[in-house]
Structure formats: structure tokens, C-alpha cells
């Protein structure tokens, strides 16, 4: 299985919006709705942000939404703040119960 | 309060065999539904899912490695275990468990022990 695809880096100015896509293959993010998004920041551990598509867990901020088309997942930040600058790694449920990741996208917030 | 650090050696000769603890807190691994997966992420480079093991002790590997991956849990002492056969350097990596209670995401993730293997 090859990984899923990310853009390398994405940049955005404080208060702006940004949007990091995620593609895969019918296999992956295109068979299941099970894709989930990490946010980890230099030295530290994952952290995640969204899981099965959309869905957000307690405690992170509302400024982060996703959603699914097709073979691709997309990951929008708004109100973009200082502390959102960090490494984000897509991943997908796969058959055999193996989660696939994305190569990561650095966000720099300019 | 979940919990979850992983211990093990900081070095590793090429050729060895990696061995990996993962002590949790706050749940336990009799529960239903709880999953308890091993990640490694290469310096500079995106994770790699490698093993699970759940709550009714089936197990998962990553297709790639799985010749050379065990993963095991002692329910008594809140651990896990994986180890990693004939270890090179390309499989220098920070070394991460999670728990989950799906599987489909990675909830809690231990600070992750780093791995360098070299002779």
C-alpha cells in the first residue's frame, strides 16, 4: 500500500483559512469513511484533530472541519492562529484493519 | 486520565531483536472495544502504522513487516509489547503505541521512544 498523498507545505496568514487535501485510491479513503487527521508539532506526539471524516474530538477547536469526496479528504483550518503551526498527517482506514498515512503538509502561518 | 509510555532500548546493534514495552494507565485492555496499536515515524518522515492488538487479543500487522513483528499484551500489568526481528538501520524510527476504541483513528498516543539502530 502506498502512502496517501499530501501537499508538502501550505502557508497562511493569521485569520485566514487553509485548506490541506489528501488524496488516496478507491481502496482507501474512497472505500471507507474512516479518515483522520493528525496535528504534531516538532518533538511531540501526534495529536488528533478529526476522525472518521468529519467528526471532532473533545476539546479541539471548532476552527478545524474536514469532509470526503470521492478519493480525497480535505482539512480546513479558519481563523488561522500562531499555535496551528505544525506538521498534519492525514490517515485512512484500509483493509486488514491497517490505518495508511499521508506523507504530511508543514503549515506555516506567515 | 489515559496514560501511555513506551520504554525499550535507545540503541540497537543491526541484526537484533527490538523489544518495546508500552505501560498504560487510566483504561484497561480487558474492556471491550479497546485497541492498542504500534506507530513508528522515521526522523523527518510521516508515521507508519506496524501492529495491533485488542481487547479479545486479535491481532494486526503491517503487510510490509509482519515477518518481522510480534505484538503481545499482559493485561495484568497494563502492557503491551512488540518486537521487531532483525533490526537495520533503515528501521531507525521514534517508536509510538496508542489506544483506540475503534481502530479507525489513534486517540491517546504515548511520547514515543526514539530507536537508533548502528553498530
Known amino acids: 500500500q502506498s502512502a496517501l498523498t499530501q501537499p508538502a507545505s501550505v502557508s497562511g496568514s493569521p485569520g485566514q483559512s487553509i485548506t490541506i487535501s489528501c488524496t488516496g485510491t478507491s481502496g482507501d479513503i474512497g472505500a471507507y469513511n474512516y479518515v483522520s487527521w493528525y496535528q504534531q508539532h516538532p518533538g511531540k506526539a501526534p495529536k488528533v484533530m478529526i476522525f472518521?471524516?468529519?467528526n471532532r474530538p473533545s476539546g479541539v477547536s471548532n476552527r478545524f472541519s474536514a469532509s470526503k469526496s470521492g478519493n480525497t479528504a480535505s482539512l480546513t483550518i479558519s481563523g488561522l492562529q500562531a499555535e496551528d503551526e505544525a506538521e498534519y498527517y492525514c490517515s485512512s482506514y484500509t483493509s486488514g484493519s491497517i490505518l495508511l498515512f499521508g506523507g504530511g503538509t508543514k503549515l506555516t502561518v506567515l | 486520565q489515559v496514560t501511555l509510555k513506551e520504554s525499550g532500548p535507545a540503541l540497537v546493534r543491526p541484526t537484533q531483536t527490538l523489544t518495546l514495552t508500552c505501560t498504560f494507565s487510566?483504561?484497561?485492555?480487558?474492556?471491550?472495544?479497546?485497541?492498542m496499536t504500534w506507530i513508528r515515524q522515521p526522523p523527518g518522515k510521516a508515521p507508519e502504522w506496524l501492529a495491533r492488538?485488542?481487547?479479545?487479543?486479535?491481532?494486526f500487522y503491517s503487510t510490509s513487516l509482519k515477518t518481522r513483528l510480534t505484538v503481545s499484551k499482559d493485561t495484568s500489568k497494563n502492557q503491551v509489547v512488540l518486537t521487531m526481528t532483525n533490526m537495520g538501520p533503515v528501521d531507525t524510527a521514534t517508536y509510538y503505541c496508542?489506544?483506540?476504541?475503534?481502530?479507525?483513528?489513534?486517540?491517546?498516543w504515548g511520547q514515543g521512544i526514539l530507536v537508533t539502530v548502528s553498530s
Open positions: 487510566g483504561f484497561s485492555l480487558t474492556t471491550t472495544g479497546v485497541r
Open positions: 472518521d471524516v468529519n
Open positions: 492488538v485488542d481487547w479479545d487479543n486479535d491481532k
Open positions: 496508542a489506544q483506540s476504541m475503534t481502530g479507525r483513528s489513534l486517540d491517546y
